[in-house]
């Protein structure tokens, strides 16, 4: 986040506070003086920054005034914070006109919106194809990622070549990932150390994840700990998921999960709570899986309402358990009829419950297990 052509000191400082320290409260202080100021592009700074915090409400507000006043990048900007709450349909909508007049970049992200949504793949692989055409650079690595979803494999491994071919180290770092997966082990861990070796952090946690899995510990610690020292985004969640799960260093764990949620990774809350819940902390648990949903993890909902019930809130716990179903949680309506059966639950809940499965299209078995604590 780096406005080209501006010298302006308070933007400058909200900048570096937002980049270098972990201060919210100065550095959004910051952006709004720029913003008072008529600095150019500071909406579009502050949202990204309010963005980059979770704040995702607040930076649609911020973005939206930002496009209507023609900041460079904040269209794409709000497409994105769009896109990251689950609007695709709007997100689309933003980026449709110029991807249309043209623009790769545009036709990138508009391709790699459409394609969250299993119902508009088709779509996605046009603009994916538009933007390889307009000579996107990241184009045939994120192309190439599409495929492989697809299980189109071999398609997917001709454009991730042409993208190491270009220089991409993302998709040398994603193909060798794949070709991992696909036990290709010799080829892909070289490919991985090289990627590594060219700054791409993501290859680092691959390794260590190879290095954890074939049981060579030390190893693996090395690499998730230099992953951490290069502030690979993701990295002190894995590595303290890593510790959590090596005999004897759940203190350590803790301690970097710590570290993580002081950092703003938003998966931390999430994967702490786990840590917490597996290891019986069930109240300290509960928080954690709360501050996950304010980061927008929605499956949260059904983790916290079986901390509740374990805790004996069942009122609390009936109040999540409708939230996850409400979000199309499809896990949720067994467990949550089972919770009714087992405590005070009413047939008129249960049937609730029941009807919620049916519309979400559970399998015929789920919804027989339903009927019969249903009926009972």
């Known amino acids: 986040m780096s406005p080209e052509n501006d010298r302006d000191p308070v933007l400058l400082e909200a900048l570096r506070i937002s980049n270098e320290e972990d201060d919210f409260e100065r550095a959004d202080g910051m952006f709004r003086q720029a913003v008072e100021d008529g600095v150019a592009r500071s909406r579009w700074a502050h949202g990204t920054f309010l963005a980059s915090w979770g704040r995702l409400d607040e930076a649609e507000a911020v973005l939206r005034i930002a496009t209507a006043n023609g900041e460079m990048g904040a269209e794409m900007a709000l497409a994105g914070v769009l896109s990251d709450k689950g609007d ?16 790769a970049d545009y036709a990138l992200q508009l391709a ?10 088709d779509e996605a692989e046009f603009w994916y194809r538009s933007a390889l055409r307009g000579g996107d650079e990241h184009a045939p ?8 979803a697809a299980e189109r494999t071999a398609e997917a491994d001709s454009y991730f070549q042409q993208a190491v071919d270009q220089g991409d180290i993302k998709a040398l770092s994603n193909y060798a990932e794949s070709l991992l997966g696909r036990g290709v082990t010799a080829r892909a861990v070289e490919m991985l150390k090289r990627a590594a070796e060219e700054g791409e952090g993501r290859a680092l946690l691959v390794l260590a994840e190879h290095a954890h899995s074939i049981g060579d510990q030390r190893q693996a610690e090395e690499n998730y700990r230099t992953a951490v020292d290069r502030a690979v985004p993701g990295a002190l969640v894995d590595y303290a998921t890593f510790l959590a799960h090596t005999d004897g260093r759940q203190q350590d764990a803790a301690a970097v999960f710590e570290r993580a949620i002081s950092e703003r990774d938003l998966s931390a809350h999430w994967e702490y709570a786990l840590f917490l819940d597996e290891a019986g902390r069930l109240e300290e648990a509960a928080g954690h899986y709360q501050r996950a949903l304010e980061d927008g993890v929605w499956k949260a909902h059904l983790n916290l309402a079986l901390v509740h019930a374990a805790l004996g809130k069942p009122e609390a716990a009936r109040d999540q358990f409708n939230e996850a179903i409400s979000i199309g949680d499809e896990t949720a309506p067994p467990v949550y009829a089972q919770f009714l059966s087992d405590t005070d639950g009413t047939a008129a809940e249960l049937r609730a419950v029941l009807e919620a499965a049916q519309n979400m299209g559970l399998p015929a078995d789920e919804l027989a297990e339903i009927a019969a604590l249903v009926s009972r």
Not at 88 to 103: C, N, R, T, V
Not at 113 to 118: G, P, R
Not at 141 to 148: D, I
């Open 112 to 121: 790699d919106t459409l394609a969250e949504d299993d119902d508009r793949r």
């Open 88 to 103: 695709i349909d709007e997100a689309g909508a933003i980026l449709l006109p110029k991807a249309q007049a043209g623009h």
């Open 141 to 148: 690595n994120n192309y190439a990622v599409f495929l492989l």
